[in-house]
T-cell receptor
Framework: DTAVSQTPKYLVTQMGNDKSIKCEQN?????MYWYKQDSKKFLKIMFS???????INETVPNRFSPKSPDKAHLNLHINSLELGDSAVYFC?????????????FGPGTRLTVL | KNQVEQSPQSLIILEGKNCTLQ??????????LRWYKQDTGRGPVSLTI?????NTKSNGRYTATLDADTKQSSLHITASQLSDSASYIC???????????FGTGTRLKVLA
């Protein structure tokens, strides 16, 4: 019954590796997001997809590439991982992209780059 | 520059007491303001969403207020419980640009 799920929950990897985080929502929402929360607990939006189309692409390195195979999934692929990528990554979804609807967040993926 | 500032940074109160968290923003044009609660190790959970025309909105013991003129919002927690211990994040979205600007949060600790 999980509304927004992410895998894996924890990810520990070496610098330079490529890794993916998966996100799925079963709420029937049109819009999905990726957020990064750093060590100071500051949340920052990275990407937003509406009906599989990219609508927000904040200033993030192009090593980060989101992929939305369908409306219910938004995966995040990260190439050439760096120490500064260590953070908690949250996936979220909402009914629409207009901003007026509540967003539901996943449990987060804690990424540690060694 | 679009900014959202929250105060205090952290707060400790005794169980049963009330408290008020503040959020000041400079986001323009304004679309809506949200308050989220984030428990340690979990994703944020939405408490309230307010648009320009709404002055107050309640969700159980949580009451949010919005003054769009002064660009201030507050989150009042009544009769606090131990489970209220969490970070509370204010988020303001800008209309037409899909921008979400997050505050740095207030970390609340409720003691027995």
């Amino acid at each position: 019954d999980t509304a927004v799920s992410q895998t894996p929950k924890y990810l520990v990897t070496q610098m330079g590796n490529d890794k993916s985080i998966k996100c799925e929502q079963n709420l029937g929402h049109d819009t999905m997001y990726w957020y990064k929360q750093d060590s100071k607990k500051f949340l920052k939006i990275m990407f937003s997809y509406n009906n599989k189309e990219l609508i927000i692409n904040e200033t993030v390195p192009n090593r980060f590439s989101p992929k939305s195979p369908d409306k219910a999934h938004l995966n995040l692929h990260i190439n050439s991982l760096e120490l500064g990528d260590s953070a908690v990554y949250f996936c979220a979804s909402s009914q629409d992209s207009g901003g007026g609807r509540k967003s539901f967040f996943g449990p987060g993926t804690r990424l540690t780059v060694l | 520059k679009n900014q959202v500032e929250q105060s205090p940074q952290s707060l400790i109160i005794l169980e049963g007491k009330n408290c008020t968290l503040q959020c000041n923003y400079t986001v323009s044009p304004f679309s809506n303001l949200r308050w989220y609660k984030q428990d340690t190790g979990r994703g944020p959970v939405s408490l309230t969403i307010m648009t320009f025309s709404e002055n107050t909105k309640s969700n159980g013991r949580y009451t949010a207020t919005l003054d769009a003129d002064t660009k201030q919002s507050s989150l009042h927690i009544t009769a606090s419980q131990l489970s209220d211990s969490a970070s509370y994040i204010c988020v303001v979205s800008s209309s037409g640009t899909y921008k979400y600007i997050f505050g740095t949060g207030t970390r609340l600790k409720v003691l027995a």
